[in-house]
């Protein structure tokens, strides 16, 4: 028996969120480019008519998901750096860079398929989009991040405003390019976004995303100190 249509806002917020999952399903299970928004409808089991009235098209369907990725990975990353955001004020030391940036790129070790999406952004994503979604989507995706940005900018001195921000931001830019590299294939292709098969969940991904944004952070303290604001990746 076909679902029946949502009628209310919960009930349409439900539908939104079970097309959502069956989303995430298929992607870490058959990756993007084999992804299909009938593979996903069939998955949350809908008609395939029916994922249109949530999502206009494929792009905005995963680009809807990434925004709920990334919203967990800050959660995830906020409680690792408790520690750190509990000593607001104090200057920082070489162990608290190499913590914040250990901290980052395990967090995102631990979510390949957000990783996929990120490397996905630019040239898939985004590409699909017409230019009021692109904008609404790049300035939703920037808001979940300037909380927890702020913050690190309050713990962690002299941190330059802005920096918390520029920080998680060039942690997602290196974290989608390594697995790129890694993975032995040119940024952005679609086929490329299999989480299932990701190396943004091995060993050598996290070491390398750590040593690039320890050097980051130490760049950005610098940066405070003398008070220069460079642009966000």
């Not at 349409?12 to 399903?25: C, I, T």
């Not at 990434?66 to 070489?94: F, H, K």
């Not at 040119?186 to 320890?214: H, I, K, W, Y």
Request: charge should be neutral; hydrophobic fraction near 45%; aromatic fraction near 4%.
């Amino acid at each position: 028996m076909p679902a029946q249509r949502a009628r209310d806002a919960r009930a349409r917020l439900g539908r939104r969120r079970q097309l959502l999952a069956a989303a995430a399903s298929c992607l870490d299970s058959s990756g993007y480019a084999a992804t299909t928004m009938s593979g996903v409808a069939a998955a949350a089991g809908l008609a395939k008519g029916t994922t249109y009235l949530y999502f206009r098209s494929k792009e905005a369907l995963f680009s809807e998901l990434l925004l709920d990725d990334q919203e967990e990975w800050i959660r995830a990353l906020e409680e690792r750096s408790n520690g750190l955001l509990r000593s607001a004020g104090r200057a920082a030391s070489d162990r608290d860079a190499s913590a914040l940036a250990l901290a980052l790129a395990e967090t995102l070790a631990q979510r390949p398929r957000l990783v996929a999406l990120l490397a996905l952004r630019h040239p898939v994503l985004t590409a699909g989009l017409d230019r009021e979604s692109t904008e609404r989507f790049e300035r939703r995706r920037q808001e979940q991040l300037e909380e927890l940005g702020a913050r690190l900018e309050t713990a962690v001195a002299p941190l330059a405003p802005g920096g918390g921000l520029r920080l998680l931001l060039a942690a997602q830019a290196l974290a989608a390019g390594c697995a790129d590299l890694l993975a032995g294939a040119p940024s952005g292709e679609p086929e490329r976004a299999e989480p299932a098969r990701s190396p943004a969940a091995g060993r050598n991904f996290t070491d390398e995303v750590a040593r690039g944004l320890e050097a980051w952070v130490r760049a950005e303290l610098g940066r405070g100190e003398s008070g220069s604001r460079p642009p966000a990746p």
